[in-house]
């Protein structure tokens, strides 16, 4: 088949599967039949003893190594990633609803003991020992938990290692697959309560999944090669072509082999390429060793499975792909691609290969395989280093609340301030000295606090939305709402009776708050990618327009002046936004989209894409944060992550200059200003106070 015959095709922006099918398939062995369980859509299972364990929905199923049989469940476990199991304990991570602990000692009865909260949405999850967890929080890295009473899960520490996806450790060594930045990374963990990066070995596509052998690390991967700088180059697309396979799009598939004998000197010795793919989600690889097997689950692709008689050239024996979905695609040109239900997790019991898929069933088949020729690794260039930016000052401010959880977020006014503690509950602080004045334990995690019409709204993740008034020194629930959905932010206007939250990881909700003892939900929005707590933007444009974005499907404007126009699907432009470096905010009535290291205007009449816009910046900057509005003249970027923040003045907003740039501690997030100070919630750091210049 020649590149003149296949560029006809014009591939979808999906999963190339029959193009691999082609080209690929007649040199991974023979074709494995699979068979669905009848758990429904399942987005992890794990093998641990005698039983497989499969996230299922929103329920934790335990069943029979052997008969397969469901012998135990425990429901309401929203949002579930990850799973892991040691020693009678299952640890399940949920992204926007936190982490679930869940006591498996008696596997017909699994219970519930606890719900921590991580620095952010942790991912990937990794038990060293049946009393120390690893979390990966994508870009704030790993988090060590203390597990030595499950029922009091204890934060150890954490460190930032570029964008985690995956961990798995030996010893005292994680190491983590990390996305963006494609790479592996190793990690002392001897004093988990202070890891320390001790190498890093570069990647030909996004990691994920690890697997540690000996001296030998084997890194699943996925999206694009590092030929591809810039994923976003391509965004307007809907089909992939040989052209974008040049550049590296689509081209991160595979396995790496990483020798890791000093681990301060990591370094790739074999590479086994996967078909080209890109799918926006699921995207999840993974990879694991099984008496002499190497599996490697790539999402759409499906399942390869290889003989590791010799460790450094693994031989292809057999592959599976799962079926296809019920409904294909129309497409406007000739496809050879069927869209196929993705792999997204793996465990082998006995001879059986289980796999998951987080939009069908959890299905299994019999590991026996011919051997058939072995497969020649493809090689890629390694990603180009880019210099680091200006450097911040640090500071640690001054210290106006430390308590047991993460402060989130803080709202308030000169009299005084209200803090999201996390697990913590929820506070009022004097706003001059930082005295507690009142404190309150909540369902759920304490993620964000907006105060308005003399109310406070409190987001409780699956605890769901609590309302409050202040009498005094004193806070007083006065309303709820709760529909099982993950409550992180909420942005409720003065004027108008309809609010706005984030309702999940990808959902927007409007909720009628004319009676604040009784807020109702008027309409949901779903939409594309996960929706991160901190891209809804502060306030309205023109009064009306609410703007939020996800971190893949575009920024919508939402229209909240009418109940039938707040029921319409929002406006939309195809802007991705990355949430930690980028973000909104509305500042003098304007919304400001910051973007590649600077920003640009918009309104709901010109909803442009980043690529149709004229961004400003500051020449020799680069604005990497979620940006808040602090008055007129000002505008502080903080980059949770990094712990920077950038204070700007904004008195000509077609040339902003850097006032200040901080180093704080923690995780800072968007603050609030108080007369002459700026009020940053810094997570695990607390409360901290810093002049405005």
């Not at 988990?192 to 697997?211: C, K, N, W």
């Not at 052998?213 to 590092?226: F, K, N, P």
């Not at 609340?401 to 209200?418: M, R, Y």
Request: charged share 20%; proline share 7%; net charge negative.
């Amino acid at each position: 088949m020649s590149e003149n015959d296949t560029n006809t095709y014009n591939y979808p922006y999906r999963s190339m599967t029959d193009f691999s099918d082609e080209l690929y398939r007649p040199v991974s062995g023979r074709q494995l039949d699979v068979a669905p369980l009848g758990l429904g859509p399942t987005i992890e299972v794990v093998v641990a003893g005698d039983h497989v364990y499969a996230l299922s929905g929103t329920s934790l199923n335990i069943l029979d190594a052997k008969s397969f049989k469901t012998i135990g469940r425990l429901e309401g476990l929203v949002s579930a990633r990850q799973l892991a199991v040691n020693g009678g304990v299952a640890v399940v991570t949920a992204r926007d609803c936190g982490v679930y602990i869940v006591d498996t000692s008696r596997p017909e009865a699994p219970a519930l003991v606890a719900l921590y909260d991580p620095v952010e949405f942790a991912t990937g999850v990794h038990l060293a020992r049946p009393d120390l967890a690893i979390l990966s929080c994508r870009h704030y890295g790993l988090e060590f938990v203390d597990l030595s009473q499950p029922s009091a899960p204890r934060f150890l520490s954490s460190i930032l290692v570029g964008e985690a996806q995956s961990v798995a450790s030996v010893g005292t060594i994680a190491y983590a697959g990390v996305w963006y930045e494609k790479e592996l990374v190793l990690v002392d963990f001897s004093d988990p309560a202070r890891p320390t990066i001790i190498g890093r070995s570069a990647l030909d596509g996004f990691g994920d999944g690890v697997y540690v052998r000996q001296d030998l690390a084997y890194v699943a991967t996925g999206h694009h090669s590092a030929l591809q700088r810039d994923p976003r180059h391509f965004e307007p697309a809907r089909h992939i072509t040989f052209d974008m396979l040049k550049t590296g799009y689509g081209q991160g598939h595979g396995i790496e082999i990483h020798n890791v004998a000093d681990p301060q000197n990591p370094h790739c010795v074999a590479r086994i390429k996967s078909p080209p793919s890109f799918v926006n989600s699921p995207d999840t690889w993974r990879v694991t060793q099984h008496d002499g097997l190497l599996v490697h689950a790539d999402a759409e692709n499906g399942v390869f499975v290889h003989d590791l008689t010799d460790p450094l050239r693994p031989t292809p024996l057999a592959f599976a792909v799962l079926p296809q979905h019920e409904t294909h695609r129309q497409l406007a040109t000739l496809s050879m691609q069927k869209d196929r239900y993705p792999a997204t997790g793996m465990a082998i019991t006995g001879n059986t290969l289980l796999i998951a898929s987080a939009t069908s069933d959890l299905y299994r088949c019999d590991l026996t395989a011919a051997r058939t020729t072995n497969d020649t690794p493809l090689t890629s260039p390694f990603p180009v280093r880019y210099p680091d930016p200006d450097i911040p000052q640090a500071t640690s401010g001054e210290s106006l609340l430390d308590t047991e959880g993460q402060v989130h977020w803080v709202a308030g006014d000169d009299e005084v301030l209200f803090a999201a503690a996390g697990s913590g509950g929820l506070y009022m602080l004097d706003a001059e000295n930082g005295d507690v004045v009142a404190h309150h334990d909540v369902d759920g995690i304490t993620q964000h606090v907006f105060a308005a019409r003399g109310l406070v709204y409190v987001s409780q993740g699956t605890g769901g939305l609590s309302v409050w008034q202040r009498r005094g020194t004193a806070l007083e629930q006065v309303g709820a709402w709760r529909d099982g959905a993950g409550i992180r932010q909420v942005m409720i206007p003065e004027a108008l009776s309809l609010g706005i939250a984030v309702a999940g990881a990808g959902l927007f909700a409007i909720l009628d708050l004319a009676d604040p003892t009784a807020p109702r939900r008027v309409a949901t929005h779903p939409v594309g990618g996960l929706v991160y707590a901190r891209l809804l933007a502060d306030g309205l444009v023109d009064s009306r327009y609410a703007i939020g974005a996800s971190q893949g499907g575009g920024i919508n404007w939402f229209d909240l002046s009418d109940t039938a126009l707040a029921e319409q699907r929002p406006r939309s432009a195809d802007a991705r936004l990355c949430p930690i470096t980028e973000g909104i905010t509305i500042h003098n009535g304007q919304a400001l989209i910051f973007q590649a290291g600077g920003y640009y205007l918009a309104s709901a009449d010109h909803p442009q894409t980043h690529c149709g816009a004229d961004h400003i910046g500051e020449p020799g900057r680069f604005f990497s944060g979620n940006p808040q509005s602090v008055g007129a003249d000002r505008i502080v970027v903080t980059n949770r992550a990094t712990g920077s923040a950038r204070i700007l003045d904004m008195t000509n907003a077609n040339a902003p200059r850097t006032l200040a740039y901080l180093h704080l501690p923690g995780n800072p997030d968007r603050p609030i200003r108080v007369g002459d100070r700026l009020i940053f919630p810094c997570g695990r750091a607390g409360l901290r106070a810093v002049p405005c210049p």
